[in-house]
């Protein structure tokens, strides 16, 4: 069952209450999720965090690098991308967008619940990332639903919340 594009079983067990790792918002465009998850953080920044998205393109002259985006080149992320340190990934007018997990992994070593934003579908219709990653063109981005799935181990243990449009 773990070779389909969405989960069509899921074992469920009862566990004792556990500090959950991961917060991962899914929703379609416009409805909410970068804000749900920014007032989250502004209500508690010892308790919540987000990761900064990567790009290949060069920063802006008012951008710094760790403020918005982190700016690598675009071979060291194509590496990365194959070397599979990418949570998600896509490109947007040529270059390279994603969340990385070792990203992640900061989030949740500096004690802070990481709150992911996904779009299942970008507003072209094709699968794309969360927060930072434009709809992605021309490359295989990774859909949300192998996101989640790389998510779910016990290093992260998410928790998937799905916003429905109004």
Do not use: W
């Not at 502004?42 to 403020?67: A, C, F, L, N, V």
Request: hydrophobic residues 30%; proline residues 8%.
């Amino acid at each position: 069952f773990d070779r389909h594009e969405l989960l069509i079983y899921e074992e469920v067990a009862r566990m004792p209450p556990f500090r959950r790792k991961t917060l991962v918002l899914i929703g379609a465009q416009g409805v909410g999720r970068r804000s749900l998850k920014n007032k989250l953080i502004m209500s508690d920044q010892t308790r919540y965090g987000t990761t900064i998205p990567y790009t290949s393109r060069k920063p802006k002259e008012s951008e710094k690098d760790g403020h918005g985006y982190r700016f690598v080149s675009r071979g060291e992320m194509e590496a990365d991308i194959k070397a599979g340190r990418y949570l998600e990934h896509g490109e947007y007018e040529g270059n390279l967008y994603g969340t990385k997990i070792d990203s992640i992994r900061a989030v949740v070593e500096a004690g802070k619940m990481c709150i992911l934003d996904v779009n299942p579908m970008g507003t072209d219709g094709t699968p794309r990332g969360g927060r930072g990653c434009p709809p992605p063109r021309g490359s295989a981005p990774s859909p949300p639903a192998q996101a989640v799935k790389v998510l779910r181990t016990a290093e992260f243990v998410p928790y998937v919340v799905f916003i429905e449009a109004p």
